[in-house]
C-alpha cells in the first residue's frame, strides 16, 4: 500500500530556533515529491522536488530530497509565530493523484 | 490571475441530504482534483478529472461523485449524507505539464 509518513506529529517551538520535519514514503510510482503549508483552510505551495541532493530554498526553509533512502526533510531557520501551520508532505504518482500525509503541526511561541 | 475558487465556503446539512460542491480552476488549468480532509484522516483523494472525464478515483464509497464540464470546472456531489462525511473538501487544480497542484480556499461540510 502506498503511504507517505512524517514525523514528527506535532513540534512547539520558541521564536527563533530551527526546526527539521521528516518526510518519508513508500510508493509504487514517484513523480515528484511536494511540501504544502496549511494555516487555516486551503494549503499552500512550498516546494516541490523531483532529483535527489538538490536542495530547494525559499527564505528561511529549504528542502531537499534523498531519493535512495525515500525520504525529505523541510528546515525551517530562525523561525517565527507566522511560521505556525501544518505543514503536508506530500508524493505526486503522475495524472496529478497526490498522496498526503498526516502532516505536522508546527507551534512557534515567542 | 485568480486562484481556485470554491463555493460554498460553509454547508451545514442533515443526515440522509445530499450536495453539490463546485470548484473553479485557475484559468488555463485542466485538471481538477478533489480531497476531503478530516483530523483523522488528514489529506485523502477522491478523484481527479481532466477535459470531463474521470482519469482517478480515490478509496471512496459510490455515494461520492463529481462532474468535470467542458470550460474545466467541477463539482462534486455526496448523497445520502452520514456524519462522518463532515469535512473539509478542497479542490486543486493544475496544468497537465506540471506537477503542481495549487488548491482552493475549501468548503467546511457539516453534517448535523
Known amino acids: 500500500e502506498d503511504k507517505v509518513v512524517q514525523s514528527p506529529l506535532s513540534l512547539v517551538v520558541h521564536e527563533g530556533d530551527t526546526v527539521t520535519l521528516n518526510c518519508s514514503y513508500e510508493?509504487?510510482?514517484?513523480?515528484?515529491l511536494l511540501w504544502y503549508k496549511q494555516e487555516k483552510k486551503a494549503p499552500t505551495f512550498l516546494f516541490m522536488l523531483t532529483s535527489s541532493g538538490i536542495e530547494k530554498k525559499s527564505g528561511r526553509l529549504s528542502s531537499i530530497l534523498d531519493k535512495k533512502e525515500l525520504f525529505s526533510i523541510l528546515n525551517i531557520t530562525a523561525t517565527q509565530t507566522g511560521d505556525s501551520a501544518i505543514y503536508l508532505c506530500?508524493?505526486?504518482?503522475?495524472?496529478?493523484?497526490?498522496?498526503f500525509g498526516t502532516g505536522t503541526r508546527l507551534q512557534v511561541f515567542p | 490571475k485568480a486562484g481556485v475558487t470554491q463555493t460554498p465556503r460553509y454547508l451545514i446539512k442533515t443526515r440522509g441530504q445530499q450536495v453539490t460542491l463546485s470548484c473553479s480552476p485557475i484559468s488555463g488549468h485542466r485538471s481538477v482534483s478533489w480531497y476531503q480532509q478530516t483530523p483523522g484522516q488528514g489529506l485523502q483523494f477522491l478523484f481527479e478529472?481532466?477535459?470531463?472525464?474521470?482519469?482517478n478515483k480515490g478509496n471512496f464509497p459510490g455515494r461520492f461523485s463529481g462532474r468535470q464540464f467542458s470550460n474545466s470546472r467541477s463539482e462534486m456531489n455526496v448523497s445520502t449524507l452520514e456524519l462522518g462525511d463532515s469535512a473539509l473538501y478542497l479542490c486543486?487544480?493544475?496544468?497537465?505539464?506540471?506537477?503542481?497542484?495549487?488548491f482552493g480556499p475549501g468548503t467546511r461540510l457539516t453534517v448535523l
Open positions: 510508493v509504487t510510482n514517484f513523480r515528484s
Open positions: 506530500a508524493v505526486d504518482q503522475g495524472t496529478d493523484k497526490l498522496i
Open positions: 478529472y481532466f477535459s470531463e472525464t474521470q482519469r
Open positions: 486543486a487544480s493544475s496544468l497537465v505539464v506540471t506537477d503542481t497542484q495549487y
